[in-house]
């Protein structure tokens, strides 16, 4: 196989032979080789050969054997795949990291247009920060981003600035950083490069995919490609692009790359939810006053075994009654992303795969299209959603909890989610990063444990004053005590491990009730089941 990755990659033999039996026919046969140009010079002079020889080769069985001895000629030459093809295009996967880059000419007071610029990125650069010790961090978050990575030089000029995901883990490297090194790649990619820039460029093997002009002068409305992106030709590149940015805020455009980096970034996840407005109620009452509860719970040999049999009994009743649907759960979703922009989203995803696919005009003219239009619908619904938050803060404190203290928390900009912890070093296997939920808990499970463990040896227990004198002999609850706390439940609370929710109470409250109060009133009863002896461990 030849280096130059220009040259065809198949080479289509058409040979023909015509036979002298009284009639002409014409008999096609193809091959199908990977050659470079000199092989494939070598294949039509042995087609020209084959012309002047067919004739000697009148029978099936000698065609045959002429064309395998033609194959092994071929072969033993050798630089010949023997199942060439044409190189495929990268398949779209999920599986993608996405860079983002821009010369933002001082980050401070940009923040509000970058956050709708960079939201769908997951490692953002911005160069020119002119940032100081001054400004803190928590000066210049972004929302859904990490605390950012930077590298000041001064208020005036200069700067480096990197915001990645939560999912993104990255470690750097200070340890090659060096104040006295500075590199320039400040010259016109779209013109000829210097010397230098060339060596460095080819010893490296890199290559720039961005062939558009970044950089804008005003004043002379000239251009120049000052923001290049060069990998190697290992890297599999997805997509490449330019992003518009409003002159107001630089004079640069900002440049981006998809990679096909092998990981999942997706936060999505498919559950199985109660679907409460189809339900048949009318059934499901019915069926809770048919069952017969008392064999279920009161004839229960303990009360584990009674609650058990009332949650398996009053799920199947559910069950049969309300059914259930699968749906996408989104983690990352914003507060204003709204319905009509996961369609248009959506629509953005399926063009950028059959563009990447395809690598059409056509198709990446629409993908763009709808690229641009999607960033008009975000910033135009996150617009919307600040300019009406107040009326809409007094609707979710009294109507749900939940949303209004999910706003609160996107407003304060503390979005990192409780159940998502970072990689932890664990000091039983060389401080090596645990990146699975088990290895994690099984960390924090030894910690805690090792600092609960106290010296309580030779310690004598304080004296203990008795200060009830009132004693409940007998504890009774009726089936309207029951109906009255089952009426306060809220609906909108989420469900335990037993998953029957509130709004199934509810659904059935009245009904409800007499099994639930045979089961409490089992459980009040004394029965060797409430009985146990306890020992207490040494350091416990």
Not at 248 to 273: A, L, N, P, Q
Not at 282 to 307: G, P
């Amino acid at each position: 196989m030849g280096n130059d990755i220009v040259a065809y990659r198949i080479t289509i033999g058409l040979f023909y032979q015509k036979t002298s039996l009284g009639c002409l026919r014409k008999t096609v046969y193809r091959y199908c080789f990977s050659l470079n140009d000199m092989l494939a010079e070598l294949i039509k002079m042995i087609s020209r050969f084959k012309l002047c020889t067919c004739n000697l080769y009148r029978t099936c069985s000698n065609l045959i054997a002429f064309y395998l001895l033609l194959l092994c000629l071929l072969l033993i030459c050798g630089d010949i795949e023997p199942n060439p093809g044409p190189e495929r295009t990268h398949e779209y996967s999920e599986k993608t990291l996405s860079i983002f880059h821009c010369n933002i000419r001082s980050l401070r007071n940009k923040l509000n247009y970058i956050a709708d610029i960079i939201e769908d990125n997951d490692v953002v650069f911005f160069t020119e920060t002119h940032l100081d010790s001054n400004i803190t961090d928590d000066d210049i978050s972004i929302m859904g981003f990490q605390v950012p990575v930077r590298k000041d030089r001064n208020s005036h000029g200069g700067g480096i600035i990197m915001y990645f995901k939560n999912y993104v883990h990255i470690t750097r490297r200070q340890d090659l950083e060096h104040d006295e090194i500075e590199s320039d790649l400040n010259k016109n990619f779209m013109s000829d490069l210097p010397s230098n820039i060339k060596d460095v460029i080819f010893i490296n093997g890199l290559i720039n995919i961005i062939d558009k002009a970044t950089d804008f002068d005003t004043r002379t409305s000239s251009s120049s490609l000052l923001d290049p992106i060069l990998v190697t030709d290992s890297i599999p590149v997805l997509d490449k692009d330019t992003i518009p940015i409003d002159r107001g805020i630089s004079d640069h455009d900002g440049t981006c790359v998809t990679i096909d980096c092998g990981f999942s970034k997706s936060r999505t996840y498919i559950r199985s939810i109660w679907d409460y407005k189809r339900g048949d109620y009318d059934l499901m009452k019915q069926k809770v006053l048919n069952t017969n509860w008392e064999i279920l719970i009161s004839d229960a040999s303990d009360v584990h075994v009674a609650a058990t049999n009332f949650t398996n009994t009053f799920i199947n009743i559910t069950s049969a009654c309300i059914p259930t649907r699968d749906v996408a759960i989104r983690c990352d979703d914003k507060v204003w992303f709204d319905s009509n922009l996961r369609q248009e989203t959506r629509k953005r995803d399926r063009l950028r795969k059959f563009f990447i696919r395809s690598s059409s005009t056509s198709t990446e003219h629409k993908y763009k299209q709808q690229r641009n239009k999607v960033n008009n619908l975000k910033k135009q619904a996150k617009k919307h959603f600040y300019a009406t938050i107040n009326e809409n803060l007094d609707e979710l404190k009294v109507a749900n909890s939940k949303q209004y203290w999910k706003t609160i928390n996107m407003l304060i900009k503390s979005d990192r989610p409780t159940h998502d912890i970072p990689p932890l070093r664990d000091p039983d296997q060389n401080f090596n990063l645990a990146y699975e939920g088990t290895e994690k808990s099984e960390i924090l499970n030894k910690y805690f444990c090792s600092i609960s463990n106290l010296d309580d040896a030779n310690k004598d227990l304080p004296e203990f004053d008795d200060r009830c004198r009132d004693f409940l002999s007998q504890i009774i609850v009726s089936e309207q005590d029951v109906l009255d706390i089952v009426s306060t439940l809220d609906a909108n609370k989420a469900v335990g491990p037993d998953i029957v929710s509130n709004r199934m109470l509810l659904a059935v409250r009245n009904e409800i009730s007499k099994p639930l109060c045979l089961l409490f009133n089992k459980s009040l009863h004394d029965r060797e089941w409430r009985m146990s002896d306890v020992c207490v461990s040494q350091g416990l």
